[in-house]
């Protein structure tokens, strides 16, 4: 059974730190990569990070160095920190599972399509 469920969205000034998480089930936990994205109004959805089950990352240009993915495979969890947030950082943050294309993490961040299953989204907002 498929579930994705995002949770530690907020509010925060620049410069502030959050950390999201999503709890996923044992059968989406168990895919090939899990990531995080996001889609601020107006804009296309884009990848920030992914992780694949050999722990290897791949990470968005515009977080690198602010943004850390991880897992917890004894919770299912998936865990996004974030520091240093911005302004531009502003969006809804969503987390997706790729059960089926075996894609790198690099390659899933930059195209979000290939991921399979998607959680309902956490918004996360940034005020300068």
């Known amino acids: 059974q498929v579930h994705l469920v995002e949770s530690g969205g907020g509010s925060v000034q620049a410069g502030g730190s959050l950390r999201l998480s999503c709890v996923a089930s044992?059968?989406?936990?168990?895919?090939?990569?899990m990531g995080w994205f996001r889609q601020a109004p107006g804009k296309e959805r884009e990848g920030v990070a992914a992780i694949a089950n050999d722990g290897s990352t791949g990470y968005a240009d515009s977080v690198k160095g602010r943004f850390t993915i991880s897992k917890d495979n004894a919770k299912n969890t998936l865990y996004l920190q974030m520091n240093s947030l911005k302004p531009e950082d502003t969006a809804m943050y969503y987390c997706?599972?790729?059960?089926?294309?075996?894609?790198?993490?690099?390659?899933?961040?930059?195209?979000?399509?290939?991921?399979?299953?998607w959680g309902q989204g956490t918004q996360v907002t940034v005020s300068s």
């Open positions: 997706a599972a790729d059960l089926t294309t075996g894609y790198r993490p690099r390659t899933l961040v930059a195209v979000p399509e290939m991921m399979d299953y």
């Open positions: 044992e059968y989406t936990y168990s895919g090939y990569c």
